[in-house]
T-cell receptor, first 116, second 115 residues
């Protein structure tokens, strides 16, 4: 079974600065997807960014980018120019690309605080 | 599109009562999921469905039942509610298919308290 580990329960960053959230995962599969989801106090789950394992290029969405290290099974999220609206819980998630096993497995989350 | 709609938003149950959490999606997604989120924890999969008439257990299925009679609806049934089922429940859906897939779309969650 796949596992996802987020070793930083809480992080904080000054507004406009850059912060990196860590995520590692364990799998024996070669083809899979990785995601970062954001959960603000409203409780809504919002997709931030997604990475396909077969793509070597790191995904980028505006101020959000990932550092995907497949051999190390590491998938960190970098938030540049942090804004107050970035304050939330961030969850890393793994999904197999194998048919019949497409369940999403989540890490325990990192609570990000933005300091004005 | 309304996306994924969950009802109710909040519910308080007494121990031993039963209830059904409703979930419907209007995106014609084939996959639907139920997750629970305990305080300070990530989401754990309860049940999921790959299409109408097909359901399967996730990590924590005990105490729950599901059905998928239509593509749109995926209700979660709690029988004999217990305090351990106090949690926030999320329904989600996605489209997974040959050459195309979508990320999970989540409902806004149901906060359930069992006392």
């Amino acid at each position: 079974a796949q596992t996802v580990t987020q070793s930083q329960p809480e992080m904080s960053v000054q507004e406009a600065e850059t912060v990196t959230l860590s995520c590692t995962y364990d799998t024996s599969e070669s083809d899979y997807y990785l995601f970062w989801y954001k959960q603000p106090p409203s409780r809504q789950m919002i997709l931030v960014i997604r990475q396909e394992a077969y793509k070597q290029q790191n995904a980028t969405e505006n101020r959000f980018s990932v550092n995907f290290q497949k051999a190390a099974k590491s998938f960190s999220l970098k938030i540049s120019d942090s804004q107050l609206g970035d304050a939330a819980m961030y969850f890393c998630a793994y999904r197999s690309a194998n048919f019949g096993n497409e369940k999403l497995t989540f890490g325990t989350g990192t609570r990000l605080t933005i300091i004005p | 599109n309304a996306g994924v709609t969950q009802t109710p938003k909040f519910r308080i149950l007494k121990i031993g009562q039963s209830m059904t959490l409703q979930c419907t999606q209007d995106m014609n997604h084939n996959y639907m999921y139920w997750y629970r989120q305990d305080p300070g924890m990530g989401l754990k999969l309860i049940y999921y469905s790959v299409g109408a008439g097909i359901t399967d257990k996730g990590e924590v299925p005990n105490g729950y039942n599901v059905s998928r009679s239509t593509t749109e609806d995926f209700p979660l049934r709690l029988e004999l509610a217990a305090p351990s089922q106090t949690s926030v429940y999320f329904c989600a859906s996605s489209y997974l298919g040959q050459g195309a897939d979508s990320p999970l779309h989540f409902g806004n969650g149901t906060r359930l308290t069992v006392t």
